[in-house]
């Protein structure tokens, strides 16, 4: 009898151990399908915005009567079964000279990929990694430095190629208990160019590595609450953005030492404001400083400015039910 009691328990508690561990997988495994398909959301939330900025950089040597920016995230892989995933990243930059002709001369045009791996399966505080590549070029093809040595705006030849690897991590408060509610986001990183071709003439002076760090403070709320019929979810967006962008060159630049900030910082900080009429564009205003504009072959020139407009990008638009 007591051998029969004995196997009936050891039965049991085999049968409980193996059901236990296989709902502890299924656990992880949903969890780990949930965090994959929320970080994508993520990727794309912290790419760069576009803008179209009315007389474009206000402090600039030369005088503008518009610039603009077009960039997105083309997600080419992105699936619940993967923590990793790729996006195809087109980026353009044109500023239309204050001259008769209205011309561009030598736009910007930046294409590459980024690669992104989820660190963990927590997207309220979430972190990842990417790697990122991409080509710049001017669609120019004279040469680069005029025959008195100075750099060749007009016409000049710009081509160089960088990766970037950077680490980001951020926090979003879950709105439970408020209309509002914040995310804090960060991005640190390295960028360096001298692993692939480049225009010659950039030994001149050009910030082939640099130091990366970005900060974003963005403010979600509840729009629509006005409706006479008010519907069973409420529609969420964000608000705002307060952008924070920092760059420093570190590699040897010629009669530039390593403290020079005046040649090697790039900074800017930009807020984002979105009215509740508008979706996914935001009014824009922005300061900085250039120590190397970063528009192609105008390298050489450092300066302030301030910039004004509209951006837009992936934004988070949601509708929950006003039970959560």
């Keep these: 009898m007591k051998k029969h009691l004995l196997s009936f328990l050891f039965l049991n508690l085999t049968h409980s151990f193996l059901f236990a561990q296989t709902i502890d997988k299924d656990s992880l495994a949903i969890s780990r399908e949930v965090a994959n398909k929320a970080y994508v959301n993520l990727y794309k939330e912290n790419a760069e915005f576009s803008y179209s900025s009315p007389a474009g950089e206000l402090g600039a040597p030369s ?3 518009i610039n603009g920016r077009l960039t997105g995230n083309f997600m080419l892989f992105g699936s619940y079964k993967s923590p990793v995933a790729f996006a195809a990243v087109p980026d353009y ?30 997207p309220l505080n979430y972190k990842y990694a990417e790697l990122a590549f991409t080509h710049h070029s001017n669609g120019q ?23 970037a690897l950077s680490y ?21 990183g390295f960028q360096w160019y001298k692993w692939f071709r480049y225009e010659p003439a950039l030994n001149q002076g050009f910030g082939f590595t640099r130091l990366l760090y ?17 519907p069973q979810v409420k529609s969420e967006k964000e608000i705002w953005r307060l952008n924070t962008e920092l760059t420093y060159a570190v590699n040897k630049i010629p009669s530039k030492g390593l403290a020079n ?8 900080i930009n807020f984002n404001y979105s009215f509740p009429f508008m979706n996914n564009v935001f009014l824009m205003a922005a300061v900085g400083y250039y120590g190397e504009d970063n528009y192609n072959i105008y390298f050489k020139d450092h300066y302030g400015y301030m910039r004004f407009g509209l951006s837009s990008g992936f934004l988070r638009n949601r509708s929950r039910h006003y039970d959560n």
């Design 63 to 65: 005088k503008y009567v």
């Design 93 to 122: 930059t044109v500023r239309v000279r204050k001259e008769f002709s209205a011309g561009v001369r030598t736009p910007s045009y930046r294409f590459g990929g980024i690669f992104y791996a989820r660190l963990n399966p927590a």
């Design 261 to 268: 900030l005046q040649k090697r910082l790039n900074a800017e």
């Design 168 to 188: 980001r991590f951020g926090h979003l408060n879950s709105g439970s208990s408020n209309d509002s509610y914040y995310s804090y986001n960060h991005r640190v």
């Design 214 to 230: 970005n900060f974003s403070w963005r403010k979600y709320g509840e729009i629509e609450r006005m409706m006479k019929r008010k």
């Design 141 to 163: 093809d004279e040469d680069a430095v005029n025959p008195d040595g100075t750099i060749n705006t007009r016409t000049g030849n710009f081509n160089a190629n960088n990766l």
